[in-house]
């Protein structure tokens, strides 16, 4: 084999790889911008659902009790977590007391 033969080969395969690299690129590029328009669509649609949803009258929305009660359990547990920032635990009883306490009025320990 030539010299002329083996750099016309390695050229070849250069070009070759080069084009599916771009392509590869290319094609990954899509795939993120595509994820995230969806994505933006999805939440679009979410929101006109939800702006949809809230503008229905008491009567209307007692058809939708599945997410009455959803809503219902979101509020609850957000209601529970807000309550659990607000509060610490005696490290030495377990008592549950408030964020801004510094001893513990059950067993009088210092609370961190």
Same mark, same amino acid.
Do not use: P, W
């Given at each position: 084999?030539t010299?002329?033969?083996?750099k016309?080969?390695i ?6 790889v080069s084009e ?6 290319? *094609? ?5 911008? #595509? ?5 933006a @669509? $999805?939440?679009?649609? =979410?929101n006109l659902g939800?702006?949809h ?5 008491k009567?209307?929305?007692? *058809? ?5 009660a #959803? ?5 609850r @547990? $957000?209601?529970?977590? =807000?309550?659990?920032?607000?509060s ?9 007391v408030?964020k801004?306490?510094?001893f513990c ?8």
């Amino acid at each position: 084999m030539t010299i002329d033969k083996i750099k016309e080969q390695i050229l070849s395969a250069g070009k070759y790889v080069s084009e599916n690299a771009t392509l590869a690129t290319s *094609k990954a590029n899509i795939k993120i911008t #595509l994820k995230a328009k969806n994505d933006a @669509l $999805n939440a679009m649609y =979410a929101n006109l659902g939800k702006e949809h949803f809230n503008s229905l009258t008491k009567k209307e929305k007692n *058809k939708y009790k599945d997410i009455l009660a #959803l809503e219902e359990e979101v509020n609850r @547990l $957000n209601n529970e977590l =807000a309550a659990i920032n607000e509060s610490k635990v005696c490290q030495k009883c377990g008592t549950k007391v408030t964020k801004d306490i510094k001893f513990c009025s059950e067993c009088g320990s210092k609370v961190n």
